[in-house]
């Protein structure tokens, strides 16, 4: 076993070919910050070039959950609707170094996988999940931004459109049993054993013959670039550069409910 690489609220570790990524912001549910996001894109090109690495796994701590979405409080010095759109380009790059790692990406979730948690987590070949954890980006109850049109269909693909539109239109976390339903979420885990259930999953793939599986990877990937995405730079300014997400944001830190305006 590698020592653990601690660093900017991202731990690795690589073990008998599992590079274990643990997502760390204890007291704040996860919350992803810049520098997390950072890391994660550092990580992502490393285990992308370990010859001994077969799969890697994405988890947050059982206390805080998987990831609640980002650090609301770095919204707070946005000017105008070019830094969302800047903000969803960076965390687009994150997405896509994600999606881009050679071996197969198991996400391991308790407790909440909510907006970028749910984005990292819809990045993901495989999802493990305990019985009652919770999926969703509630952004139109809680912030007034908005999501790119590549994560959408991202999430449509993976999760079907109905229990996404649930989630997006309907504000809504959806538990774990609906989405194994879906067959977004792979298995389930009683509270407590998600590791335990894991681990079946990832002795095979340490038994996978390495050029078949990461050209089954390459070929999801090139099917999925197939696949034209929308312009929504026009959108996301509309929605970042509101009075409504700056009133989100201000509620939201101050735990607060928004009152929206439409303007």
Request: charged share 25%; glycine share 10%.
């Amino acid at each position: 076993m590698s020592p653990v690489e601690r660093g900017d609220g991202v731990d690795l570790v690589v073990s008998d070919g599992i590079a274990a990524v643990r997502l760390r912001n204890p007291g704040r549910r996860n919350a992803l910050t810049w520098a997390m996001y950072d890391r994660l894109r550092s990580i992502a090109a490393h285990v992308g070039e370990r010859d001994d690495v077969v799969a890697v796994t994405i988890r947050g701590d059982p206390e805080d959950g998987f990831a609640a979405g980002t650090d609301i409080g770095q919204f707070v010095d946005f000017a105008d609707g070019r830094d969302g759109v800047a903000y969803e380009r960076r965390v687009g790059a994150v997405v896509a170094d994600l999606l881009a790692i050679a071996v197969p990406v198991v996400a391991l979730v308790e407790g909440a996988a909510v907006g970028a948690g749910l984005v990292v987590a819809a990045c993901c070949d495989l999802v493990i999940a305990e019985r009652g954890a919770r999926f969703g980006a509630p952004i139109a109850r809680t912030l007034g931004n908005c999501l790119p049109a590549a994560v959408v269909a991202r999430l449509r693909a993976r999760v079907g459109v109905a229990r996404t539109d649930a989630m997006l239109l309907g504000a809504t976390l959806l538990p774990a049993e609906s989405l194994a339903e879906a067959g977004f979420v792979t298995a389930l885990a009683e509270p407590g054993h998600l590791q335990e259930a894991a681990e079946p999953y990832l002795h095979r793939l340490r038994g996978t013959a390495p050029l078949t599986t990461r050209a089954l990877k390459e070929i999801g990937r090139r099917l999925d670039a197939a696949h034209a995405v929308p312009d929504d730079e026009d959108l996301l300014i509309r929605c970042y550069g509101s009075t409504d997400f700056r009133e989100g944001v201000g509620a939201f830190l101050a735990r607060r409910r928004p009152v929206w305006t439409g303007s």
